[in-house]
C-alpha cells in the first residue's frame, strides 16, 4: 500500500477509468498494483502504470493512493499452504454423515483447496470407499477426514482412528472435542518421528475445531503424559513416539469455530479468535514450538467481505461449512441444497444432538420448510420429563407414534436392537434394565433418521429434514441474488471457493484504499460472482 508523503503522479498507457464499471475492473484485477488518481472526471482507476515524482515532469494524473498486486493466495499464511499442500488457505469443513463427501472433496483437491470428509457418523466400510477413492483419485493430492469426539459411542472413535492409520490418512479434522480422548492422542502421536536435524516430525496431521479456549489450550500443549504412558504400555506407540510426544503440540492448526451449523457454541468470531490468538501466543511463549499453531477462523463465513474481516483479525486460515452443503458435490439431497438456497439470516435456530442427546448438547439447523427443531426439542424435554417410554402418558406417546415416528415405539425399538447389534453392541448392555436409556435410543433413532432422510431426499420426510445451517447460509444467498451462484446447480464447492478466497481479497484491497482517505463508488465496490470461464468481468448494473 501506498500513501504518499509528497506528490505523486501517475503514469501508464491507457488512461484510467472513471466509470463505477472500470474502477471495478481495475481493482478486481488482483494480479496487478491498483493506481487511484484525480481525473478531470472525478476519481479513477487503473490496473498497471506507474508512481513518478510530480516535480518537473510533463503528463501524468494525481496520484491519491496505490495498493500492491493482491492474489488471494497472500491472505493468512503461507505455512498454511507449504504445510498442507494448497494454493490457498481455505478448508471446506467436514459436515458428518458423508454430506461433506468425497466428490466435494476430491473436487476441492484437484484444484488446490483442501477438504475434509464428514466422516462422521458413518460406518467404517463406507469411510473405508471413501479412502479408497481418495487414493486412486487424487492420489498425492491433500484431503482431510474428520474425526468426531463420541463419548457415548467410543468405540466409534476408536475404529475411525484404527482406520485412519491402516490407510495412511495424513491429516484429520478433530471436532466436538470436549476432552483429548486417547483416540485422537494416539493417531497424532502415531505419526511422530525424528527428522534428520533431530527435531520431532508430526506424519499426522490434526486440525482441532474449537470454540472454547479451555479446549484450545488442550490441542495447543503436547499430548497428556498419562495418555502417552498409557498408549505406550498398550503398545500402541513406539518409545520414540512417546520421548517425542512432549514436543510436539497435540494440533498443527486450530480453528476457532463461531456462529456456525451444527454443533456450535455461537460465539461471535470478533469476541472468540483474538481471545485464542492471545492465548496461541502465550503458550508458544512457553514452549517455543518451532512451528507455532496456526489459527483459523470458521462460523459465520459466507461472503467475501466477512472472509476478508477474517484474515483481517488474524486468521491464518479460513473454514466453511454451510455453504459448501448448498452445492451440487455434497451428499446432501436435491431438496435439501433447494431449502437452502433460500434461507435466509434468520432462518436458523438450536435443537438437541443425536450424538451427545444425554448430555443435552444442541446444534444449530434450519428452521425454515422443517418442523425438527421443534419436534427434537419435544423428545428432548419427554426424555427429561419421564423415566421410560412406559412413562409416557398414553396420549402422548399415540401422538409421537402418529406424527413424528409413525409407527409404535416398540418397533423402533427393535430397529434400535438390530441397528447397535452391527455397530456398537455395548449400547445395548448399557440399556439392558434402564428404560430411560432405551427412551434415549429410540429418541436418537428420530434424531438420526431426520438426517438421514435430509441426505436421501426422502420425499415423505420432507418436514423432518434436519439441515445443519448456520447464518452464513443466508448471508451467502443474499450475496450471490443477482449472479450465477443464485441457482443451487450452479454451485460447484471449488467455484464458491475461489469466488470467497478472491472477494476476500477484493475486499481487503478496497479496506486499504479507504484507509488512504480514497472514497470508492459504492457499484464499484463489491465484488460479484462470474462464471470461471467468463473471460471478462463485468459489474451488473454499474452503469
Not at 452443503?325 to 438450536?350: H, N, P
Not at 420425499?459 to 451467502?476: E, H, N, V
Amino acid at each position: 500500500m501506498n500513501h504518499p508523503q509528497t506528490p505523486l503522479l501517475w503514469q501508464g498507457e491507457q488512461y484510467p477509468s472513471t466509470d463505477p464499471a472500470g474502477i471495478y475492473q481495475a481493482l478486481a484485477d488482483l494480479e496487478h498494483p491498483c493506481f487511484v488518481v484525480r481525473t478531470p472526471q472525478g476519481i479513477g482507476a487503473a490496473a498497471g502504470g506507474r508512481a513518478v515524482p510530480s516535480g518537473g515532469r510533463a503528463g501524468g494524473l494525481p496520484l491519491l493512493a496505490a495498493a500492491a498486486p493482491l492474489p488471494p493466495q497472500r491472505l493468512g499464511s503461507a505455512a498454511f499452504l507449504a504445510a498442507h499442500g494448497v494454493r490457498q488457505p481455505y478448508l471446506a469443513g467436514a459436515m458428518a454423515g458423508g454430506i461433506a463427501s468425497a466428490d466435494l472433496v476430491i473436487a476441492l483437491a484437484r484444484q488446490g483447496f483442501l477438504g475434509s470428509f464428514g466422516a462422521a457418523g458413518l460406518l467404517p466400510e463406507s469411510i473405508e470407499k471413501a479412502l479408497a477413492r481418495f487414493a486412486a483419485e487424487i492420489p498425492g493430492l491433500p484431503y482431510a477426514v474428520n474425526l468426531i469426539h463420541s463419548p457415548s459411542e467410543e468405540r466409534l472413535e476408536r475404529e475411525a482412528v484404527e482406520l485412519f492409520l491402516r490407510h495412511g490418512v495424513r491429516c484429520v479434522e478433530a471436532s466436538a472435542f470436549m476432552a483429548l480422548s486417547p483416540h485422537i492422542v494416539r493417531y497424532r502421536l502415531a505419526g511422530l518421528r525424528r527428522g534428520p536435524d533431530g527435531r520431532p516430525v508430526a506424519d499426522h496431521r490434526v486440525i482441532a475445531k474449537i470454540s472454547r479456549t479451555e479446549t484450545a489450550e488442550r490441542f495447543m500443549r503436547p499430548a497428556p503424559a498419562a495418555a502417552v504412558s498409557a498408549l505406550l504400555e498398550q503398545g500402541l506407540i513406539t518409545a520414540l513416539q512417546a520421548d517425542l510426544a512432549k514436543y510436539v503440540p497435540m494440533a498443527d492448526d486450530i480453528t476457532v469455530e463461531a456462529d456456525s451449523g451444527g454443533h456450535t457454541d455461537r460465539r461471535p468470531l470478533p469476541a472468540l479468535l483474538p481471545s485464542i490468538l492471545r492465548l496461541r501466543d502465550a503458550v508458544q511463549r512457553e514452549h517455543r514450538y518451532p512451528a507455532p499453531v496456526r489459527v483459523g477462523a470458521a462460523g459465520g463465513l459466507g461472503t467475501p467481505a466477512a472472509v476478508a474481516a477474517a484474515f483481517a483479525m488474524g486468521a491464518a486460515y479460513v473454514v466453511t461449512g454451510s455453504v459448501n452443503q448448498s452445492c451440487v458435490e455434497s451428499g446432501a439431497s436435491k431438496a435439501t441444497r433447494a431449502l437452502l438456497a433460500e434461507a435466509g439470516i434468520a432462518d436458523c435456530e438450536m435443537a438437541p444432538a443425536a450424538d451427545m442427546f444425554e448430555l443435552g448438547v444442541e446444534l444449530q439447523v434450519l428452521k425454515k420448510g422443517t418442523l425438527f427443531p421443534m419436534r427434537a426439542k419435544k423428545l428432548y424435554e419427554l426424555y427429561q420429563a419421564y423415566d421410560g417410554l412406559e412413562s409416557l402418558p398414553e396420549a402422548e406417546r399415540a401422538r409421537l407414534e402418529a406424527q413424528v415416528f409413525r409407527r409404535p415405539l416398540a418397533d423402533v425399538w427393535q430397529e434400535c436392537v438390530g441397528y447397535f447389534e452391527r455397530r456398537d453392541p455395548e449400547q445395548l448392555a448399557r440399556a439392558a434394565g434402564n428404560p430411560k436409556r432405551r427412551m434415549a435410543l429410540v429418541f436418537r433413532w428420530y434424531l438420526g433418521m431426520s438426517s438421514r432422510w435430509a441426505v436421501t431426499g426422502d420425499p415423505d420426510r420432507t418436514l423432518d429434514y434436519q439441515i445443519w445451517c448456520g447464518p452464513a447460509m443466508g448471508s451467502f444467498n443474499d450475496w450471490v441474488t443477482a449472479s450465477y451462484l443464485k441457482a443451487p446447480g450452479n454451485r460447484r464447492v471449488a467455484e464458491v471457493a475461489h469466488h470467497l478466497m478472491r472477494g476476500a481479497a477484493f475486499h481487503t484491497r478496497i479496506a486499504q484504499l479507504r484507509t488512504a482517505g480514497v472514497h470508492i463508488p459504492a457499484a464499484a465496490a463489491d465484488y460479484r460472482p462470474v462464471p470461471l470461464e467468463s473471460a471478462v468481468t463485468t459489474l451488473e448494473g454499474a452503469r
